[in-house]
């Protein structure tokens, strides 16, 4: 049985919790397009360094 996976996507100067998603094979993609689908404003988010090579991201309020 996969194990869960949980990313959390964090303020880049407060820390605190902007998402949280948890799935099996969760990767910072996956969890930016459920923020996305979930209409999460990621606002502040640090994402240096993310490979986000072929994200959808249209719409995305980051």
Same mark, same amino acid.
Do not use: C, Q, W
């Given at each position: 049985?996969?194990?869960?996976? =949980?990313?959390?996507? =964090? ?18 993609? =996956? ?32």
């Amino acid at each position: 049985m996969p194990r869960n996976i =949980k990313i959390e996507i =964090k303020h880049y100067l407060t820390g605190s919790i902007l998402f949280s998603y948890e799935s099996p094979d969760n990767t910072l993609v =996956k969890t930016i397009r459920e923020a996305n689908l979930r209409e999460a404003n990621l606002y502040g988010a640090n994402l240096y360094g993310a490979n986000l090579r072929g994200a959808d991201l249209r719409g995305a309020d980051l």
